[in-house]
């Protein structure tokens, strides 16, 4: 079945059924106020934290699935429908949904009426604007109301799902020329409220749940819409909704404009009240006043464009392959950005509640959007240092509204700290801003000691050395990369964390992965010691690389490939010895970035071992053989089903690293197999089977020992966006920052005779044309830089003009 295309120039995927094998979403904002929005106008909206900040009510793992959202109703004599289809399900003559950036436009159309709604956030605003446009195609006269219609929710999302015997007395809402506002908890502890309102007078509008939809009535037979009329009802506790009706009169071939406003608005706690009892609507005013036209709508949804053309300008390539052009240019940049704003908390799969910031996960999603915004990157890793603590160990997580540690999962995931080195090496080398190193941030449990970036690196690599098992491999903790590798949560209690579970004090578990990943973080921070001048310091971080890697060769080595970790018995885990387990990737893949084995042959051989065991059709699957039963000594991994998820399932993630690693080693052919397998675009093909977005990568597709091979799951968030865009921008085409300058050195496909990258650095353009006539996979025989000769493949920040020409030969 197809569901929908790309439309590459206007940078959409246009859905063009609304029966999408699962709701395939879309990100709206950027900057305080986010919402995630389905093809059929699902979902919700927040400002800033998904869980302690929401506006509306969303209902996850509902019946259907993706209930509730930003509705439009349309009442046309006996039919009502959503150009949305739904809530109702009505079937429409026409439907189309476009998810671009930023914004989502849906057209319905229904016996000659058609309605557009374009969903979007302004940028610089706390608000969704939903830009509404209705049609009468049909040469008759038509009378029709429209029903706007939100549910809000009481704010902490949380507290709103469990608290009921609290939460259906305390809703309270206020009505003013026809805008609706919700004001739960304004009268004690809380100083800010939201709006729905209409730029159009409103015939009527709803603000009780059980006036407007009825207690024994779901969302897609409403009664007040059915009955054609809101009841102007006040909402006193249960649950506050805010519906507005708008009537109209249209000719025959006559359209009418009109949007609504849903946002957020703080008031200063001594300008609460105009009056006893009546919240100080101002800041509401402001912007309706604002955006009291069209034409500021429209003004606005240009900036919008404008501002993600710009973003997106930093780095365009010419390919000739169709998946990686639409990734690289659109898709994959865009999806960084929101793993950046987001991390892992809101999407179709994360309930805003759970996890907030996550330390390794937003450190490494810098890794994908610092060469477009380079002062958010740099205020992220500030935030995310000050949540180490002083022994080094970091706080897993962190909420984005109080930016402070989340102290119930707390820290000891060995892998944490050595993130921070690579996303700060990033940010240096796009930016060769080394005034970042010596901001201070201090530590979470000690901010009077004000440590600064510098400090935090050197401590993230001390803590590893700190915390060697008995191979002289760095301990595991509660979990490295692998979430679910738990070598000493020992857990038999059902309901319990396996990331908390367990005592990690005294353990011997190591992990090969970290040791390899320190490898990595050393050779960054030497690099960041040269660029600072001191070659000294650089020199004594690489001998203890050297050590780290003396231990992998001597314990970390299975004979065809790097061992996962020893357990906390001292037994091996992913060795030919183990019965289950014996090839894990996550290994492979760091061992090679930490530089272990490339000179004698350990590394081509692991990433071989990679090929004949692992690889599929559809990505690298995590490890095999899978584990068919739960192993107390391993943890959550053993308690997935084979072929989901950390259980050898196709984890996309780390596919990247092997990507990487290939082209380490010089292998373009496999390193774009690898990239092809698992992108997203290339899916549209198997769809059916696939199920979810096919524009934007998913954490996990499942594997070939699952009953569902090919599945995918948890899209959107997740760290494969920020290494996809790595693996392949400065992977495979090769174009990377370093500190000296941008590198040119790709590794690709023999069969492509070359391409172009436009990409902006430190300040100037770049138009890098590449040519491969001699058909290699890598090799740069030459580089002119406005055409002067260039010798090796970096060119200095100094060399060209502002627009540089860059050819590049290889051969
Ligand atoms: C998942 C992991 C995830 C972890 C986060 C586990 O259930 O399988 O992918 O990292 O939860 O807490
Ligand atoms: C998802 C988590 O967000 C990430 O931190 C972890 O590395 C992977 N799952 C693998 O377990």
Redesign the pocket.
């Known amino acids: 079945m197809q569901y929908g295309h790309f439309d590459d120039v206007n940078r959409e995927y246009v859905i063009t059924r609304p029966d999408t094998p699962l709701p395939w979403i879309n990100y709206l904002g950027c900057e305080d106020f986010f919402g995630i929005i389905s093809n059929t106008a699902g979902g919700y909206c927040f400002y800033r934290d998904a869980r302690l900040r929401r506006l509306l009510r969303y209902r996850y793992n509902n019946v259907p699935l993706d209930s509730n959202g930003r509705y439009l109703y349309i009442k046309d004599g006996a039919t009502v429908w959503n150009p949305g289809w739904k809530p109702t399900r009505t079937p429409l003559d026409k439907y189309e949904c476009r998810h671009g950036l930023g914004y989502t436009a849906i057209r319905g159309e229904k016996n000659g009426i058609e309605v557009r709604v374009t969903y979007f956030v302004p940028l610089g605003d706390s608000l969704e604007l939903w830009d509404v446009t209705v049609c009468n195609h049909s040469p008759r006269a038509r009378s029709l109301s429209l029903f706007g219609f939100v549910e809000w929710c009481l704010w902490d999302a949380q507290d709103d799902m469990t608290n009921f015997q609290r939460n259906f007395s305390t809703g309270q809402v206020e009505v003013e020329d026809g805008a609706v506002f919700h004001v739960t908890e304004y009268r004690e502890r809380r100083n800010h409220f939201a709006y729905f309102a209409c730029n159009a007078k409103p015939a009527g509008f709803d603000t009780a749940r059980d006036a407007f939809v009825g207690v024994h009535e779901g969302l897609d037979c409403p009664r007040a819409v059915l009955a054609g009329r809101c009841t102007n009802s006040l909402a006193h506790g249960w649950a506050p909704v805010g519906a507005l009706q708008l009537d109209f009169n249209l000719k025959p071939h006559a359209s009418r404009r009109c949007h609504f406003l849903l946002g957020y608005a703080e008031n200063r706690e001594e300008q609460k009240y105009v009056r006893p009892g009546v919240a100080n609507k101002a800041p509401f005013r402001a912007v309706a006043k604002r955006f009291a036209k069209s034409a500021a709508v429209e003004a606005a949804r240009r900036q919008l464009q404008a501002h993600w053309e710009k973003l997106l300008g930093t780095f365009q390539a010419e390919v000739e392959d169709p998946h990686l052009a639409r990734m690289l240019n659109t898709w994959n940049q865009y999806q960084c950005v929101a793993t950046l704003n987001l991390s892992r908390s809101a999407s179709g799969y994360e309930t805003g509640i759970g996890?907030g910031m996550g330390y390794r996960d937003s450190n490494q999603d810098i890794l994908g959007v610092v060469h477009l915004a380079p002062q958010r990157a740099r205020e992220r890793l500030c935030d995310l240092a000050a949540t180490q603590l002083s022994d080094g160990t970091c706080f897993h997580q962190y909420q984005p509204l109080t930016k402070k540690g989340n102290s119930d999962i707390g820290g000891g995931f060995n892998d944490d700290p050595l993130w921070l080195p690579l996303a700060v090496a990033a940010y240096l080398k796009e930016t060769g801003d080394a005034s970042i190193l010596k901001a201070k941030v201090g530590y979470a449990d000690k901010n009077q000691k004000k440590a600064t970036i510098l400090d935090h690196l050197e401590l993230s690599l001390r803590y590893t050395e700190h915390n060697l098992g008995p191979h002289g491999l760095p301990l595991i903790g509660h979990a490295d990369w692998n979430?679910?590798l738990n070598l000493n949560c020992f857990s038999s209690t059902p309901g319990e964390s396996?990331?908390c579970a367990g005592d990690i004090r005294g353990s011997r578990a190591e992990s090969v992965m970290i040791a390899g990943l320190y490898c990595a973080a050393c050779t960054e921070m030497a690099g960041l010691y040269e660029f600072l001048g001191q070659a000294e310091a650089a020199r004594a971080i690489l001998r203890r690389a050297e050590t780290m890697r003396g231990a992998i060769v001597k314990h970390g080595w299975d004979g065809g490939w790097f061992l996962r970790a020893y357990d906390a018995r001292g037994r091996k885990i992913g060795s030919r010895e183990c019965e289950e387990g014996q090839i894990f990737v996550e290994s492979q893949g760091w061992c090679v970035l930490g530089g272990v084995g490339l000179n004698d042959g350990r590394a081509r051989l692991a990433l071989d071992s990679v090929k004949a065991r692992l690889a599929t059709p559809n990505g690298i699957v995590l490890q095999q053989p899978a584990y068919a039963t739960y192993h107390l000594h391993l943890g959550?991994i053993s308690s997935?089903p084979p072929g989901y998820?950390?259980n050898a399932g196709i984890f996309s993630h780390n596919n990247t690293w092997i990507q990487i690693a290939e082209t380490m080693l010089g292998n373009g052919e496999r390193a774009f197999e690898y990239y092809l397998s698992m992108c997203p675009s290339t899916k549209e093909a198997q769809i059916d089977t696939y199920r979810a977005e096919p524009y934007v990568y998913a954490?996990m597709t499942a594997g070939r020992d699952a009953p569902t091979p090919g599945e995918a799951k948890n899209s959107w968030l997740t760290g494969t966006a920020s290494w996809a865009f790595v693996a392949a921008s400065q992977h495979i085409l090769g174009v990377k920052p370093t500190f000296k300058g941008l590198c040119i050195d790709p590794c690709i496909p023999r069969a492509w005779r070359g391409f172009k990258v436009r990409r902006v650095f430190r300040g100037k353009t770049y138009h890098i044309e590449v040519s491969n006539l001699r058909g290699v996979n890598r090799g740069v025989k030459k580089i002119a830089v406005d055409g002067e000769p260039l010798s090796g493949t970096v060119i200095p920040p100094e060399a060209g003009g502002k627009e540089v020409r860059v050819r590049v030969e290889l051969g």
């Open positions: 996890r979430d679910c396996f990331q959550e997935y998820k950390e954490q």
